[in-house]
């Protein structure tokens, strides 16, 4: 089967740091997304693995661990424009179907 | 570059009508995806075209249909709608298909069935 599981809401200071967790289980594994989605807005691209390791792109940095079947989002130094939708998803090799989380929800409080 | 568009950006239906929904990719992405995204629900994948073709479609009954034209935009053809077909659908599209290749997506059209 297909699941991907991530926290529903998370909640964080203006410039600390949230680590945003994304658990998967798919037949395939052929990569593994993190899109924004602010409210009412369509989702935005912010990263991509598909080896084992850690992706850093500016305050985002992204980690897979494919034995663990786990990855990470890490948001830094944060700012309240952050508040928003963070979708994890997974391409499933024999489908080769994206296959999305319900997303976890996050604001950043002053 | 501009980017996926879509219209129209809301669609009021009533239920039993038929919607119609339209998406252009970005200038030179031949695959389009349709999505789902239903309130508190995450993205649930509907169709995907490649190169004029249907490739894929998710878990939705056959009343769900599109096409993919010459130009690679796109159609999603809502038949019989339903009060649960209210959603906001996302169309994306990508450059090629292969496992690296990042879908963009477009602003989404909310549709409401009263």
């Known amino acids: 089967g297909q699941n991907i599981d991530q926290p529903t809401e998370m909640t964080a200071t203006e410039g600390a740091i949230v680590q945003i967790n994304c658990t998967y289980q798919?037949?395939?594994?052929?990569?593994l997304f993190w899109y924004q989605q602010h409210a009412g807005e369509a989702p935005t691209f912010l990263s991509y693995n598909v080896l084992d390791g850690l992706e850093e792109k500016g305050r985002f940095s992204s980690f897979l661990s494919r034995s663990k079947g786990y990855s990470y989002l890490l948001l830094k130094e944060l700012q309240m424009k952050d508040s928003a939708s963070y979708l994890c998803a997974v391409r499933d090799l024999d489908t080769d179907k994206l296959i999305f989380g319900t997303g976890t929800r996050l604001q950043v409080f002053p | 570059e501009a980017g996926v568009t879509q219209s129209p950006t809301h669609l009021i239906k009533t239920r039993g009508q038929q919607a119609t929904l339209r998406c252009s990719p970005i200038s030179g992405h031949t695959s389009v995806y349709w999505y789902q995204q239903a309130l508190g629900l995450g993205l649930q994948f509907l169709l995907w075209?490649?190169?004029?073709?249907?490739?894929n479609r998710g878990n939705f009954p056959p009343r769900f249909s599109g096409r993919q034209f010459p130009n690679y935009s796109s159609e999603l053809n809502v038949n019989a709608l339903e009060l649960e077909d209210s959603a906001l659908y996302l169309c994306?599209?990508?450059?090629?298909?292969?496992?690296?290749?990042?879908?963009?997506f477009g602003p989404g059209t909310r549709l409401t069935v009263l």
């Open positions: 994306a599209s990508s450059l090629e298909v292969s496992g690296a290749d990042t879908q963009y």
């Open positions: 798919t037949s395939g594994f052929n990569g």
């Open positions: 075209y490649d190169e004029g073709e249907e490739r």
